[in-house]
């Protein structure tokens, strides 16, 4: 069974780059048919996908913050990136990392198979 662990700082400055990381266990991330996923959820919000990378390292952007973020893996430790640059207070959320065999396109956690627990973060000065 795959477990997905985000980790990460929980405080960051308004104008830093907030840098994420998923670190997966059970399931290798350069397996073809998935996608690994970020999504973030701002408190009394939906669901934002952010963006994610595939088995093949094919890479893709949600369209309202693909100015503003990197993501990328690391094959020898099994864990992918997420980078969020110039962040805001409105950037305040938990972010999560998740598993799809498709891009997602719903909105909601039934796009995923897996998840991590997520991760509070709080953009403040």
């Known amino acids: 069974q795959v477990q997905l662990q985000e980790s990460g700082p929980g405080l960051v400055r308004p104008s830093q780059t907030l840098s994420l990381t998923c670190t997966v266990s059970?399931?290798?991330?350069?397996?073809?048919?998935?996608?690994w996923n970020w999504i973030r959820q701002p408190p009394g919000k939906g669901l934002e996908w952010m963006g994610a990378?595939?088995?093949?390292?094919?890479?893709f952007y949600g369209p309202s913050i693909k100015s503003r973020t990197s993501i990328y893996r690391d094959t020898s430790k099994n864990r992918f990136t997420l980078q969020l640059s110039s962040v805001t207070p409105e950037d305040t959320a938990v972010y999560y990392c998740?598993?799809?065999?498709?891009?997602?396109?719903?909105?909601?956690?039934?796009?995923?198979?897996?998840r991590g627990q997520g991760t509070q973060v709080t953009v403040s000065s």
């Open positions: 998740a598993r799809s065999d498709h891009l997602p396109y719903t909105s909601t956690w039934d796009d995923y198979d897996s």
């Open positions: 059970g399931g290798a991330i350069t397996a073809d048919y998935y996608y």
């Open positions: 990378i595939t088995g093949s390292g094919s890479i």
